[in-house]
């Protein structure tokens, strides 16, 4: 596919000029547009960084999982490697996330950081508190080894 760096993603490069872009506010009712126009939240994480002052402040947005945690996880690892010990994390924008934020978050605590919240999304509160009341199985008792 030969598409120029700066054609709009909605388009193909050979679409002609006057294409509607295909947005959930813009779409005439029965159109196609109304049929294929994904109008819920943005299923991509993005991660917004700042480093200052021993503070790494990350601001998450989308679905974090196995398959799409391993940014945030090298970005975590490059922050502790430049001083870091201090984690201030938004998360209102996550839509989506299961242990592998939380096995991320716990690598940095273990790691000797700090993790402190900002704010909390839907998902991320119940991730974090399902995880809070999961206890760790007892030597000798039913789930262990």
């Known amino acids: 596919m030969r598409t120029p760096i700066n054609a709009p993603i909605h ?12 947005s959930c506010d813009a779409a005439p009712p029965g159109s196609l547009a109304e049929v294929t126009a994904d109008c819920g ?9 700042t480093l200052q002052g021993g503070v790494l402040a990350l601001s998450l947005a989308g679905e974090f999982d196995h398959y799409t945690s391993a940014p945030l996880r090298r970005l975590l690892g490059e922050g502790a490697d430049r001083g870091a010990r201090r984690l201030v994390l938004d998360t209102a ?11 991320a978050l716990d690598q940095w605590a273990r790691g000797g950081g700090r993790v402190e919240l900002a704010t909390v999304s839907r998902s991320v509160r119940l991730l974090l508190t399902t995880a ?3 206890r760790h199985p007892v030597p000798g008792g ?3 080894g």
């Open 11 to 22: 388009a193909p490069a050979d679409a002609p000029a006057d294409l509607p872009a295909l």
């Open 142 to 144: 039913p789930f262990s």
């Open 41 to 49: 939240p943005d299923p991509l994480p993005r991660i917004r960084a």
């Open 93 to 103: 924008l996550v839509t989506f996330c299961d242990s592998a934020l939380l096995h």
């Open 132 to 134: 809070a009341r999961v």
